[in-house]
């Protein structure tokens, strides 16, 4: 499966400090993106869609 990265619109919480202590999520089409602020070449971790709004809804518990 191939996915772009380099053009998804990548966004950080709005919660998030000033310190880049934070994780940035995208929309890759074919799954959510998943990246470190401060390593942002440093991989990306991919999950579906389904798992990504279970692990919100698990948050919100």
Known sequence: ?????????????TRSGQTGNCVEVADLGKGIGVRDTKD????????????????IHSLKK
Request: net charge neutral.
């Open 1 to 13: 499966m191939e996915i772009h990265r380099d053009y998804a619109t990548w966004r950080r919480s």
């Open 40 to 55: 942002r070449d440093g991989g990306t971790l991919v999950i579906s869609a389904g798992e990504w709004t279970n692990f």
